[in-house]
């Protein structure tokens, strides 16, 4: 594939914006495409390849950067493209822009310094290694640094794994079932499932591995009421409301109409009607009260720094700060705590993130603990033999996208004992 000049021009313009770090990039990125209308498929892929290519090797090109001319940003632009396309495919570029990228290509990144390799943000790079140690923070850091694979979550409630599998095979489409969820299947190669009946008709969503563990894990069964208090677009609501059978009440909470609203779609996909949305002011809110004590099971899958999410979302590790992680903090254990008001005498609460950080996660189960001595903590082992999950990952759920090949997760399941 060769590109033309117009697609550089484009990414760079694109690129300046992103790395202002104001707003997501993914928002960034859509609005300059419906701003931009006239750019084909081809071109919108290598624009966004690109811009995640270079925001996930940051540190590495900006060292490599710093020699040739122009400016830094078109020199960005040339290494993103040459390392996914090659040097020979790039259109419009200078006699010496072809020396510059020649040259830099040639380099050893293998010789970098570790720390520069891990194209992590100093803070984030330390805290991981205070965690993992050095060597297992690098692993980590070369998987956060790829894309993720596409995995499917089946609605049991419309087909099974093995049919979903065969239709998908017979399209055909690269794939296989995950290892660890029930109903998962993971995509080799990313396909527009837009078009396909199975995903038009509800027979599949899109999911990682590890987000359809954490509704699993919920263990939500048939006729019982479920909270699902961070709710969101629904991703983890609509495997719930599938685990019950689409039976008993299945309370989605969330503070954003915009997200609930993307929801709603999916609901009429599924065929799920055991579900119901509300939007709530905050965690107090009093519409929550009258649940208070009833609820078999309620997930608070809480809001976090999503930096288990860094091989789709390789923005957030520049967007994140130490700030913002203590403000992450104070808010998911402000909502643990009202969320646990919900969970009636032997009830399952159970506490879930997309951190890396033990700040968003261990941290917040023992504050939570020594706070509210209702409840004890359920080991994962058990929850997990409950579930016929094979995984053994301590007391709580930790998934790692170096181990596990799932986006990073943790959770923990708490029982309400008095
Ligand atoms: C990790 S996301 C949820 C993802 C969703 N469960 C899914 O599986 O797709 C966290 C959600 O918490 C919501 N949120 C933030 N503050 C909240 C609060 N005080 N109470 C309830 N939800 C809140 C956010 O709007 C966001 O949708």
Same mark, same amino acid.
């Given at each position: 594939?060769?590109?033309?000049?117009?697609?550089?021009?484009?990414?760079?313009?694109v690129?300046?914006?992103?790395?202002?770090?104001?707003?997501? %990039?993914?928002g960034?990125?859509?609005?300059?495409? #419906?701003?931009?209308?006239?750019?084909?498929?081809?071109?919108?892929?290598?624009? %966004?390849?690109?811009?995640?290519? /270079?925001?996930?090797?940051?540190?590495v090109?900006?060292?490599?950067?710093?020699?040739?001319?122009?400016?830094?940003?078109? !020199?960005?632009?040339?290494l993103? +493209? %040459?390392?996914?396309?090659?040097?020979?495919?790039?259109?419009? /570029?200078?006699?010496?822009?072809?020396?510059?990228?020649?040259?830099?290509?040639?380099?050893?990144?293998?010789?970098?310094?570790?720390?520069?390799?891990a194209?992590?943000?100093?803070?984030?790079?330390?805290?991981? *290694?205070?965690?993992?140690? &050095?060597?297992?923070?690098? #692993?980590?850091?070369?998987?956060?640094?790829?894309?993720?694979?596409?995995?499917?979550?089946?609605?049991?409630?419309?087909?099974?794994? &093995?049919?979903?599998?065969?239709?998908?095979?017979?399209?055909?489409?690269?794939? &296989?079932?995950?290892?660890? $969820?029930?109903?998962?299947?993971? +995509?080799?190669?990313? /396909?527009? +499932?837009?078009?396909?009946p199975?995903?038009?008709?509800?027979?599949?969503?899109?999911?990682?591995?590890?987000?359809?563990?954490? $509704?699993?894990?919920?263990?939500?069964? !048939?006729?019982?009421? *479920? *909270?699902?208090?961070?709710?969101?677009?629904?991703?983890?609501?609509?495997?719930?409301?599938?685990? @019950?059978?689409?039976?008993? =009440?299945?309370?989605?909470?969330?503070?954003?109409?915009?997200?609930?609203?993307? @929801?709603?779609? #999916?609901?009429?996909?599924?065929?799920l009607?055991?579900?119901?949305? /509300?939007?709530?002011?905050?965690? =107090?809110?009093?519409?929550?009260? !009258?649940?208070?004590?009833?609820?078999?099971?309620?997930?608070?899958?809480?809001?976090?720094?999503?930096?288990?999410?860094?091989?789709?979302?390789?923005?957030?590790?520049? #967007?994140?700060?130490?700030?913002?992680?203590?403000?992450m903090?104070?808010?998911?254990? %402000?909502?643990?705590?009202?969320?646990?008001?919900?969970?009636?005498?032997?009830?399952?609460?159970?506490? $879930?993130?997309?951190?890396?950080?033990?700040?968003?996660?261990?941290?917040?189960?023992?504050?939570?603990?020594?706070?509210? &001595?209702?409840?004890?903590?359920?080991?994962?082992?058990?929850?997990?033999?409950?579930?016929?999950?094979?995984?053994?990952?301590?007391?709580?759920?930790?998934?790692?996208?170096?181990?596990?090949?799932?986006?990073?997760?943790? $959770?923990?399941?708490?029982?309400?004992?008095?």
């Amino acid at each position: 594939m060769r590109l033309s000049p117009f697609v550089m021009t484009h990414t760079e313009q694109v690129l300046r914006e992103v790395l202002q770090f104001a707003a997501p %990039a993914d928002g960034v990125i859509s609005r300059y495409f #419906r701003e931009h209308a006239k750019l084909g498929m081809r071109e919108r892929g290598a624009i %966004a390849e690109t811009v995640y290519t /270079i925001l996930r090797n940051r540190l590495v090109y900006n060292h490599l950067s710093e020699s040739g001319t122009g400016s830094q940003m078109r !020199r960005l632009v040339l290494l993103g +493209l %040459a390392d996914i396309y090659g040097i020979d495919a790039l259109g419009g /570029i200078t006699e010496e822009e072809k020396v510059w990228l020649d040259h830099v290509m040639k380099i050893d990144r293998s010789r970098l310094p570790k720390k520069m390799q891990a194209n992590l943000p100093d803070w984030l790079y330390d805290r991981l *290694v205070r965690q993992y140690g &050095e060597d297992e923070t690098f #692993r980590l850091a070369k998987v956060l640094n790829t894309p993720a694979p596409l995995d499917l979550r089946v609605n049991t409630l419309k087909t099974k794994r &093995e049919e979903a599998l065969k239709v998908l095979k017979e399209v055909p489409v690269d794939c &296989e079932a995950t290892p660890y $969820a029930s109903s998962g299947i993971r +995509l080799r190669k990313k /396909i527009a +499932l837009q078009n396909m009946p199975l995903f038009k008709e509800g027979g599949v969503e899109v999911q990682d591995e590890g987000s359809q563990l954490l $509704a699993q894990i919920v263990g939500a069964k !048939r006729g019982e009421m *479920v *909270v699902d208090f961070c709710a969101g677009a629904g991703g983890k609501t609509l495997a719930l409301g599938t685990a @019950m059978r689409n039976t008993g =009440r299945l309370y989605a909470f969330d503070v954003s109409d915009k997200r609930l609203a993307k @929801m709603k779609p #999916r609901l009429a996909r599924s065929g799920l009607s055991n579900v119901h949305p /509300i939007q709530i002011a905050h965690e =107090r809110d009093v519409r929550i009260k !009258r649940l208070a004590g009833k609820s078999d099971r309620v997930l608070v899958d809480s809001p976090c720094s999503g930096l288990g999410t860094l091989r789709r979302n390789p923005d957030l590790k520049w #967007r994140q700060t130490p700030e913002t992680i203590v403000e992450m903090a104070e808010k998911q254990q %402000a909502i643990l705590e009202s969320a646990a008001r919900l969970v009636k005498p032997g009830g399952r609460l159970v506490y $879930a993130t997309c951190s890396l950080l033990e700040d968003e996660n261990e941290k917040i189960v023992s504050g939570f603990l020594a706070k509210d &001595e209702r409840f004890v903590l359920v080991p994962m082992q058990k929850v997990l033999k409950e579930g016929k999950v094979d995984l053994e990952t301590g007391d709580f759920l930790k998934l790692l996208p170096h181990r596990h090949q799932t986006d990073g997760f943790f $959770a923990a399941v708490f029982e309400r004992v008095k």
